[in-house]
């Protein structure tokens, strides 16, 4: 199945579902209607099923979701049935407390090393990496298998580096860095830009106030 | 001017064009067309104008806008000619990376004082924040005229801790716990969940795979 009929906006809605029915199942529930789904995400039950039919259905008229085949079919969808090898880049605060997440690598997600530029952090130990140095980022990559690169570095330089990292291979950046990467197609880039959101957040508190 | 009409994916892009345009300002780039904007940013140029003519439009026919003109107007727009006090909830580690980045300051949000529920963290001093007891909240809010609260905290006793916030008249949050709070209307909730965010890269990554 391809993304390509399939928007952005569904396809980021699809982590929250996989949250939610993680919740359900935590809570020993079997089935869930697209109604009681709606009650609890907060999506209309007419949208439930229309994202869901994107991916093939899964529910039976009358009979609701069953949410254990539901969590796992989505979290396949999600690319979640297997792991990734990641190396993250920049062991600043930021790096070290996506580093120190227990929850990324339950989900499959496996940072096997840290790397900076700078020499002072070269060879301290944050938790159970030692901080790499990264003029030797591509031979790492290579030799461990790496298809995720973490960007959490400044803007200046981060360009330099994608354009380093895609040589290597690399499938995937989750890039910090406040800027627009360029890579070639067979790369992805996901951005998590801070500022974006925190600005987001102040136009929405000043058109509240407004209203 | 009501955010009513304005799609969230219209106000999502105006963080993005106030960054380029702030990039070119620093540049001393004093104007540009819209399709010369459309290069360096990504989005078409009807796409640039259709957005900006949400907000009146500021291009003239034919001259280009205004960089600094346009820079400053969209600020405005996004709430960012005054300033923001803002509390910090959760001095682990991704709290203190976001205590520690001066970007937000420069933009206008002043965070006036990191809290913890940890008695072992309570006391400790991380740059120029001593770490204040979560008990006292409310009393901080009311007496700094705190109007946002960032929360770095896991999501068990997020909900109840934002009970608590909105009590005392706190109109934004900028939420980082993976779960969807509920406020009253009044109260903006802007979230950034990296999970989600994570897993929508390994979305992408496995069906640009599949192509």
């Known amino acids: ?10 396809i980021r809605r699809l982590p929250k579902y996989h949250r939610y029915l993680g919740d359900l199942l935590d809570k020993d529930i079997q089935r869930i209607s697209s109604k009681e789904l709606s009650d609890i995400i907060g999506f209309t039950a007419s949208q439930i099923r229309q994202d869901l039919n994107n991916f093939g259905g899964f529910g039976q008229q009358g009979y609701g979701y069953n949410v254990e085949a539901l969590y796992n079919e989505i979290g396949k969808i999600l690319g979640l049935n297997r792991s990734y090898n990641a190396i993250l880049v920049g062991a600043g605060n930021l790096g070290q407390a996506i580093a120190n997440y227990s929850g990324f690598r339950k989900a499959g997600f496996e940072i096997k090393a840290l790397f900076d530029a700078n020499p002072k952090m070269i060879g301290l130990k944050i938790r159970d990496f030692e901080i790499l140095d990264s003029d030797n980022i591509e031979q790492f990559i290579t030799d461990n298998n ?31 860095a406040p800027i627009d990467l360029e890579v070639p197609d067979g790369v992805i880039v996901e951005n998590v830009n801070l500022k974006e959101s925190l600005f987001t957040l102040s136009y929405l508190m000043k058109e509240n106030e407004e209203e």
Request: charged content about 15%.
């Open 1 to 10: 199945m391809s993304s390509k009929n399939i928007s952005m906006a569904v």
């Open 146 to 176: 790496i298809e995720i690169a973490i960007l959490c570095i400044p803007r200046n330089g981060a360009q330099e580096l994608v354009n380093r990292l895609v040589k290597t291979g690399i499938k995937g950046v989750w890039n910090f």
